[in-house]
């Protein structure tokens, strides 16, 4: 099993709709989730942490459900400004140190 | 808002020659890393440094890899001989603590010829 796994997609959606995104990570000691996203050729942009249960940042609403090791990304009335690709990140202990294991990405593309 | 730069923003050379990668990671952050990304593909790590050491890397991060601080501010990617499988996006990231948020950099296109 993959270490954090995305649906790639593409996700198409009309503006104005509501999406969802989930993503399943194996490991059980995973302390912090963060979703990125990416535009083509640009970098990773941080768009939420995800330290407890969830996360809510106005249009944005994050979910994590540790006893099924999933964290889902709920993006409401959606703007064409929202085409990314959406990577989930999960932070893994290593030894003294963490490491950021990342998802492949979710694709979304917003038509108007 | 601090962020993390990057330079050069592109980067192109012959197969077999060295190139160096330069960062400046956020100024009060401690934690520092590089990752790539082949064009269509995954962002995969490579390697973190806390503290002037190499903390994690990864299988990627083989001996023709090596990072450095060599100054306060400045944070560099080397790689001795360049292959043409090494042509990606680096980017340099950094953190305020090893299980923060990181930041990304504009990050460097490298093409190997």
């Known amino acids: 099993r993959k270490e954090v796994e995305q649906d790639p997609g593409p996700f198409n959606v009309p503006e104005g709709a509501t999406v969802a995104f989930n993503c399943t990570y194996s490991?059980?000691?995973?302390?912090?989730f963060f979703w990125y996203r990416q535009d083509c050729r640009k970098e990773p942009k941080l768009l939420m942490s995800?330290?407890?249960?969830?996360n809510e940042d106005g249009r944005f609403t994050a979910q994590l459900n540790r006893a099924s090791q999933y964290i889902s990304l709920l993006i409401r009335d959606s703007k064409l400004s929202d085409s990314a690709t959406y990577l989930c990140?999960?932070?893994?202990?290593?030894?003294?140190?963490?490491?950021?294991?990342w998802g492949a990405g979710t694709k979304l593309i917003i038509k108007p | 808002e601090p962020e993390v730069t990057q330079t050069p923003s592109h980067q192109v050379t012959q197969m077999g020659q060295e190139v160096i990668l330069r960062c400046v990671p956020i100024?009060?952050?401690?934690?520092f890393y590089w990752y790539r990304q082949i064009l269509g593909q995954k962002v995969e790590f490579l390697v973190s440094?806390?503290?002037?050491?190499?903390?994690?890397k990864s299988e990627i991060f083989d001996d023709q890899f090596s990072v450095e601080r060599p100054d306060g501010s400045n944070f560099t990617l080397k790689i001795r001989s360049t292959k043409l499988e090494d042509s990606a996006m680096y980017f340099c990231?950094?953190?305020?603590?090893?299980?923060?948020?990181?930041?990304f950099g504009p990050g460097t296109r490298l093409t190997v010829l």
């Open positions: 990231a950094s953190s305020e603590m090893s299980n923060n948020e990181q930041f």
């Open positions: 100024s009060n952050h401690l934690y």
């Open positions: 440094f806390y503290n002037n050491e190499i903390s994690e």
């Open positions: 490991n059980s000691a995973s302390q912090s």
């Open positions: 995800v330290y407890s249960s969830g």
């Open positions: 990140v999960v932070n893994i202990p290593m030894d003294s140190n963490y490491q950021l294991i």
